[in-house]
């Protein structure tokens, strides 16, 4: 009889500390999984910042280089400032094939492509595959403008 309790309470023990280990082991595995899951979004969502990023420079150099003088006026130091700025910047991440269509729009350059069509490029090197086209993307020109009629620039 003696023996049976003690085989009893050996087993027991020796099935808590089983039950202990596993306890630990699925514990260890889901906390592993679950970093492993918060890591990957992590890295996922600091490329999305990144590309968004990339896409407001690009926005914003095309936006600014639109509304620069259309003729060879001059213009503003700050505005040539702030479009070699974002020309620089965009020279150093995108493409060389993007970068050389990119210069030659910004140069007007009689065999450019059209700035909404390098755009659409820009997006898909950033995003990949999409179904856009130049008639989803909207420009309000000159023309919407109200004339300076002597008022001071703000």
């Given at each position: 009889m003696q023996e049976i309790i003690t085989y009893i309470l050996g087993s027991f023990t020796l099935l808590g500390a089983l039950a202990w280990l596993l306890k630990i082991w699925v514990a260890s595995s889901i906390k592993?999984?679950?970093?492993?899951?918060?890591?990957?979004?992590?890295?996922?969502?600091?490329?999305?910042?990144?590309?968004?990023?990339?896409?407001?420079?690009?926005?914003?150099?095309?936006?600014?280089?639109?509304?620069?003088?259309i003729d060879s006026s001059p213009m503003l130091?700050?505005?040539?400032?702030?479009?070699?700025?974002?020309?620089?910047?965009?020279?150093?991440?995108?493409?060389?094939?993007i970068a050389l269509q990119l210069s030659l729009v910004l140069q007007k350059s009689p065999n450019a492509p059209n700035a909404f069509n390098l755009l659409l490029k820009v997006r898909e090197y950033l995003s990949g595959k999409h179904n856009l086209t130049l008639d989803n993307i909207t420009q309000w020109t000159r023309e919407h403008e109200i004339p300076n009629k002597g008022l001071p620039e703000e």
């Amino acid at each position: 009889m003696q023996e049976i309790i003690t085989y009893i309470l050996g087993s027991f023990t020796l099935l808590g500390a089983l039950a202990w280990l596993l306890k630990i082991w699925v514990a260890s595995s889901i906390k592993s999984i679950i970093s492993h899951e918060f890591d990957k979004r992590k890295i996922d969502y600091k490329n999305q910042i990144e590309i968004r990023t990339r896409a407001k420079l690009i926005a914003e150099l095309l936006a600014e280089w639109l509304s620069s003088p259309i003729d060879s006026s001059p213009m503003l130091p700050e505005q040539r400032k702030r479009l070699n700025q974002l020309s620089f910047e965009a020279s150093l991440w995108l493409p060389e094939e993007i970068a050389l269509q990119l210069s030659l729009v910004l140069q007007k350059s009689p065999n450019a492509p059209n700035a909404f069509n390098l755009l659409l490029k820009v997006r898909e090197y950033l995003s990949g595959k999409h179904n856009l086209t130049l008639d989803n993307i909207t420009q309000w020109t000159r023309e919407h403008e109200i004339p300076n009629k002597g008022l001071p620039e703000e």
